[in-house]
């Protein structure tokens, strides 16, 4: 079996399966991040474990990528993964697929400066696609992979978000 033909039977059984049980869709995730020294972070959710740092000059010691990366990375990643599995559910054969992510941000804004807003300014994402196929035979596939992309939503649209605190240890 192929990686086309495995992504198109996995969510093919994923879909039969939340047809009949809608609730076995939802499901809750928990990324937590300790500081272990400085800026440096330790994040880890399940058995994946993750270094997050600011770079030397941004008051870090460069022991990771910055939240930052991680944020386009988890954007160019679920647009390209997104993609696949549509290209894949299509039967339609993919040669290279690439996701580029550009963002514009003023670190003015990380430091709280009046006026400056602290969130990106831009943020624009490139596909580079050769496909076994036609831009006219592509593109309802692309779109409908763009519609289901929960990153780009979550970058795009407004999420209902909370915070807490809690004082003393955790418990």
Request: with cysteine; hydrophobic share 40%.
């Amino acid at each position: 079996m192929d990686a086309q033909d495995h992504i198109r039977n996995a969510f093919s059984r994923m879909a039969h399966v939340f047809a009949k049980k809608p609730e076995a869709a939802q499901d809750t995730s928990v990324m937590r991040a300790r500081v272990v020294e400085g800026l440096h972070c330790e994040a880890q959710e399940g058995d994946w474990r993750f270094s997050i740092d600011m770079p030397v000059e941004g008051g870090g010691i460069g022991a990771g990528p910055t939240p930052g990366v991680h944020g386009r990375a988890a954007l160019a990643s679920c647009l390209a993964i997104g993609y696949s599995i549509f290209l894949a559910r299509a039967g339609i054969g993919v040669r290279s697929l690439e996701v580029e992510v550009a963002a514009d941000y003023d670190n003015r804004g990380l430091l709280g400066m009046e006026g400056v807003y602290p969130a990106y300014l831009g943020v624009r994402h490139t596909l580079y696609l050769e496909a076994e196929a036609t831009p006219e035979q592509l593109e309802p596939v692309l779109a409908e992979a763009r519609r289901c992309s929960p990153y780009l939503h979550v970058f795009a649209d407004p999420q209902p978000l909370q915070g807490s605190v809690v004082y003393g240890p955790r418990g």
